[in-house]
């Protein structure tokens, strides 16, 4: 091909493009006259899979990865895990454990400057199709999850573009889902929020998560009661398909069991022991290449340990991906500043969080309250929250003189958030579980003018999450088992009756053997009038 006629093909393929792009702004010109502009929703973490030679025989999915490659690759090290178990080697166990890591999630890791490897790709991406929207339709933005927040916030903008050419919007919503609200962060940082009538945050770690800093800052720790507590947290979550209430009923007395024989106990202190003894390794080998190396998972290192854990993490000290890191601090700092703004001018903004479930036990500070995953004072930007299953402490509830943000079960006092009027609390909500009862407050912040916690009369700020009626009802005081057995009268629901009276006894051992003796005595005094008698 001579030159002239590369330069006419290319020139020739540029208007095709643009003739393309074009189309939809003109149908956009025309203009929706429907009143509701389209919803974009901005999914979580590991919305789209990541793949390691995509479109290759060797393709293999490497988030979220399957068993099969998960067994193979420690298939691989089980002769070197066997015999560090056998001989106690923590050294031997530490190197199995990295290589397994390595193995699974190794290629996942960036480069010095913050890029993927050519041949780890997400091909799946969306691209918005179609102009459907509606309150039962959105579109939906997916991303790499490990890349800088701020190249997915220039797809975002993109993508908005594209969405209000589609459906002749001059607006859209976003809805964010957990990691969404870091990528939203990044968007509002660098593009604002003009063109954007409602912003919802759903569990969103918009200051990050305690697991993600603790994690990072290498403070790891398992606690029998929290590994308890997660464990029972979940067993409501389970899909057997068989007898599901049955099952959930008694795996939830079992756990009661074997914390109250300390069986938990011990596992934690053998895995304590593994975690000190093997993890330097793990931590040195394998975790901080690959997971150090993500500016995503650094978007959720709350503003507090950071420096802490880029000491730990050996995070380069300039390139590509030392500024990728650092930057996305600037959105952090920034989004509570951000959503205020937007909220004066007009943006309907709802925060929603879960709190009082148990979370992730693997870090010292297992006793946030959160919705599992994220922090409740994290998501809900600076709400004081009393540890999970504990309330706020007398001086505090009693020096508190605005009383309208306290929840009725004294366990969240939402005053000192930077929205007070515009964030929801749910009780026992966890971590982005659907629930038809939230969605349908979100319909309500969409479709109505005033967007606020008193707007609603069914959605007052503190809810509680019920997953058997799959819905949500306002909190009026502390979560009572019984008063929960009856209204859904379930075997699931029973036996966490009975545990929490257990609980109760044992959480009061002066009051049991009070009682213990006062009828030993009575037995006694029984015994002695019959002896007389006889
Ligand atoms: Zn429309």
Same mark, same amino acid.
């Given at each position: ?20 792009? %074009?189309? &939809?702004? !003109?149908?956009?010109? /025309? =203009?929706?006259?429907? *009143?509701?502009?389209?919803?974009? #929703? ?78 780890? %790709?997400? &091909?799946? !991406?969306?691209?918005? /199709? =179609?102009?459907?929207? *509606?309150?039962?339709?959105?579109? #939906? ?394």
């Amino acid at each position: 091909m001579t030159a002239t006629i590369k330069k006419t093909v290319s020139l020739l393929l540029c208007a095709a493009i643009l003739c393309c792009a %074009t189309v &939809p702004v !003109l149908a956009g010109d /025309e =203009g929706c006259k429907c *009143g509701f502009s389209p919803i974009i #929703y901005v999914g979580p973490l590991g919305c789209t899979p990541i793949v390691r030679d995509a479109g290759t025989e060797n393709e293999q999915t490497l988030w979220k990865t399957d068993t099969k490659f998960l067994l193979s690759n420690l298939r691989a090290v089980m002769p070197e895990l066997t015999k560090s178990l056998l001989t106690h080697n923590t050294e031997l166990l530490g190197d199995a454990l990295a290589e397994f890591v390595l193995a699974c999630f190794g290629d996942l890791a960036l480069d010095a400057e913050g890029s993927s490897k050519e041949n780890v %790709t997400t &091909p799946e !991406l969306n691209v918005p /199709e =179609g102009d459907r929207h *509606g309150p039962e339709y959105d579109y #939906y933005f997916d991303y790499d999850f490990r890349l800088d927040p701020y190249e997915h916030a220039d797809r975002l903008h993109a993508f908005i573009r594209q969405v209000k050419a589609l459906t002749g919007h001059d607006s859209v919503k976003l809805k964010c889902s957990s990691m969404g609200g870091v990528v939203l962060s990044a968007y509002l940082d660098k593009y604002g929020y003009d063109g954007i009538d409602v912003i919802i945050c759903r569990c969103c770690p918009l200051w990050g998560t305690a697991v993600a800093g603790e994690a990072f800052c290498g403070r790891l720790e398992l606690n029998a009661e929290a590994l308890t507590r997660y464990a029972a947290d979940a067993v409501p979550f389970l899909e057997t398909g068989f007898a599901d209430d049955f099952i959930e009923g008694s795996l939830y007395a079992l756990l009661a069991v074997l914390k109250g024989a300390g069986v938990m106990d011990g596992l934690c202190a053998l895995g304590d022991a593994v975690i000190r003894a093997a993890g330097e390794k793990v931590y040195r080998k394998a975790m901080i290449p690959i997971f150090g190396s993500l500016p995503g998972i650094w978007a959720f290192v709350p503003q507090e340990y950071f420096d802490d854990a880029v000491r730990l993490m050996h995070v380069p000290d300039e390139g590509g991906l030392h500024d990728k890191i650092f930057a996305y601090r600037n959105a952090m700092a920034h989004v509570a500043d951000r959503l205020t703004n937007a909220k004066k001018d007009g943006v309907r903004i709802c925060i929603i969080c879960g709190y009082n479930v148990q979370r992730t036990p693997l870090v010292t500070l297992w006793r946030s309250t959160s919705d599992g995953t994220v922090d409740t004072k994290y998501a809900s930007l600076g709400a004081t929250c009393a540890d999970v299953r504990e309330t706020l402490d007398d001086s505090y509830l009693s020096a508190l003189e605005n009383k309208d943000y306290l929840s009725p079960d004294n366990m969240v006092d939402a005053s000192t958030c930077v929205l007070p009027d515009c964030t929801w609390f749910v009780r026992n909500w966890l971590h982005c579980n659907g629930n038809t009862g939230i969605d349908a407050l979100f319909d309500l912040v969409m479709t109505s003018g005033d967007v606020s916690v008193n707007a609603f009369e069914r959605f007052p700020q503190f809810l509680e999450a019920d997953d058997d009626t799959d819905t949500v009802y306002p909190v009026t005081g502390a979560p009572d088992a019984l008063e929960r057995l009856k209204a859904h009268p379930s075997y699931l629901n029973f036996i966490r009756f009975l545990v929490s009276v257990v609980r109760r006894l044992l959480q009061a051992p002066d009051a049991v053997m009070h009682c213990v003796r006062a009828l030993r005595e009575r037995a006694e005094s029984a015994a002695i009038i019959q002896g007389r008698q006889a």
